[in-house]
């Protein structure tokens, strides 16, 4: 499977796989690979598409608090800008 071929333990491989899902409309596998996110500090970047994916499926409070962790972190921050303007 795709996963297997991108890497099931890393969390940007598995944000990303989950954005595209989400974007092509397949809601179920996005929510499928979120789900084998097993990191509870992720980057600041994996957590803007987490957040993105459950806004998305009315998860407000979810989505918020992702938000929110995004907000208090530090480091890259790719999608800051986009964020903002959100």
């Not at 595209?20 to 596998?29: F, N, S, V």
């Not at 459950?54 to 962790?69: I, N, T, V």
Request: no cysteine; net charge negative; glycine share 6%.
């Amino acid at each position: 499977s795709l996963l297997e071929q991108v890497g099931a333990t890393n969390p940007l491989a598995l944000a990303t796989l989950a954005w595209a899902h989400h974007r092509a409309g397949e809601q179920d596998l996005a929510v499928e690979t979120l789900g084998q996110l097993r990191s509870t500090n992720l980057e600041r970047d994996v957590a803007f598409f987490v957040a993105r994916i459950q806004e998305s499926r009315g998860e407000k409070e979810l989505a918020k608090a992702f938000y929110d962790a995004i907000e208090k972190s530090k480091g890259d921050f790719y999608h800051q800008a986009r964020m903002r303007k959100e």
